[in-house]
Antibody, heavy 118, light 110 residues
Framework: VQVEESGGGVVQPGGSLRLSCAAS????????MHWVRQAPGKGLEWVAF????????WDADSVKGRFTVSRDNSKNTLYLEMNSLRVEDTAVYYC????????????WGQGTLVTVSS | QSALTQPASVSGSPGQSITISCTGA?????????VSWYQQHPGKAPKFLIY???QRPSGVSDRFSGSKSGNTASLTISGLQAEDDGVYYC??????????FGGGTKVTVL
């Protein structure tokens, strides 16, 4: 099982960025997927979750209305569209596979750094 | 979605046992059996250790065990080893397909 994030970078406050997460080694379309972030020197924060078929999604209050999670099962890829970025969104963003119990994160990528700065 | 409360640091000598607490509320830790634990080494991704309070995924050492009482979950590491040095995070399902993490506990092997 592997998940690998990409798309991070430096963006100005108010800007947009799209992260991708390429999955392999498992049947991507069978599992929900999460985004979790970690601000520099801080703890983990759950960001968003999408069902295996993309039919429903949920996100944290801190990103509601600004971030959108989506997936393309034909490409085994998860996305996070981030708009109206704020300085406090600066973090390493991890994608994580939903576990067999569907309430935990069993495989994580290495993360991609998003820096929001003027 | 308030973060779960963990002690900032816990330490122990090699061979000893340590326990990390994780306190939440009836809306998360106390309301569900879905507490999980993760280990993170500097600059690395978190590693999955425990799910459903006390279940270990395959490949995780049986030195790691989890439990829960009321709104507080705990992770115990027995037979402490140098490689256990790192930061440990608890996480609880909080209903409505949302999750909340603890602030993390730095474990130091003396």
């Amino acid at each position: 099982v592997q998940v690998e994030e990409s798309g991070g970078g430096v963006v100005q406050p108010g800007g947009s960025l799209r992260l991708s997460c390429a999955a392999s080694g498992f049947t991507f379309s069978r599992y929900g997927m999460h985004w979790v972030r970690q601000a520099p020197g801080k703890g983990l924060e759950w960001v968003a979750f999408i069902l295996n078929d993309g039919s429903n999604k949920w996100d944290a209050d801190s990103v509601k209305g600004r971030f959108t999670v989506s997936r393309d099962n034909s490409k085994n890829t998860l996305y996070l569209e981030m708009n109206s970025l704020r300085v406090e969104d600066t973090a390493v963003y991890y994608c994580a596979k939903d576990g067999e119990g569907h309430k935990e994160f069993d495989y994580w990528g290495q993360g991609t750094l998003v820096t929001v700065s003027s | 979605q308030s973060a779960l409360t963990q002690p900032a640091s816990v330490s122990g000598s090699p061979g000893q046992s340590i326990t990390i607490s994780c306190t939440g509320a009836s809306s998360d830790v106390g309301g569900y059996k879905y507490v999980s634990w993760y280990q993170q080494h500097p600059g690395k991704a978190p590693k999955f250790l425990i799910y459903e309070v006390g279940q270990r995924p395959s490949g995780v050492s049986d030195r790691f065990s989890g439990s829960k009482s009321g709104n507080t979950a705990s992770l115990t590491i027995s037979g402490l080893q140098a490689e256990d040095d790192g930061v440990y995070y608890c996480c609880s399902y909080a209903g409505g397909n949302t999750w909340v993490f603890g602030g993390g506990t730095k474990v130091t092997v003396l």
